[in-house]
């Protein structure tokens, strides 16, 4: 069985790109920031692996914030969030009803 490359250019919304190892390592101390236990970190990873790939300011921080302040999640609420749906944190586009065919990236499905 051949082996799967780390991110494929699918996973990252048709870039082909890894990060470098900073960028990772930033992205999860943004992670862990978040008081997430070792387990529920790694089955974050587990099921969303691309969120070492966002930029830890753009993307992640980004999107926390937009949890934080437009659906009002905190804490552990926003921790269950991130463990039912980890993808939210990969999420770079909002169509605001007027669908444009992003859908694997957009808000509207959260």
Known sequence: ???????????????DAVPDRE???ESLLVLQSLGLSETEL??????FPEALSCHPQEQLESNLNRLRDEHKLKD????KALGRQPRILGYTFSCEGDCAGECH?????F
């Open 1 to 15: 069985m051949p082996s799967r490359p780390l991110l494929t250019s699918n996973d990252l919304g048709g870039v």
């Open 23 to 25: 960028s990772m390592a």
């Open 42 to 47: 790694m089955a974050l990873l587990k099921t």
């Open 76 to 79: 552990k609420i926003l921790i």
């Open 105 to 109: 990236k957009c808000w509207a499905r």
